[in-house]
């Protein structure tokens, strides 16, 4: 082991709408690195979401 990683997802932008036929997007982020994945909470109904610091923005991270 050479050492640890820590991600946070903070925000995404523009992202388009109509992903889905209903023209809603629920937004989440996943992120696999070395075979080893963590995903955000979904953020409902938002093409610009942010995570803030109540939502699960690092799986597996200690909160800041």
């Known amino acids: ?3 640890t990683v ?3 997802v903070l925000e995404a932008e523009r992202l388009p709408n109509s992903i889905m036929q209903a023209g809603v997007v629920d937004p989440y982020a996943l992120v696999v690195f070395e075979g080893t994945a963590a995903r955000t909470s979904a953020i409902r109904n938002e093409t610009a979401p942010r995570w803030g610091a109540e939502a699960p923005r690092a799986p597996g991270a200690p909160p800041p």
């Open 1 to 3: 082991k050479i050492g």
């Open 6 to 8: 820590f991600l946070e």
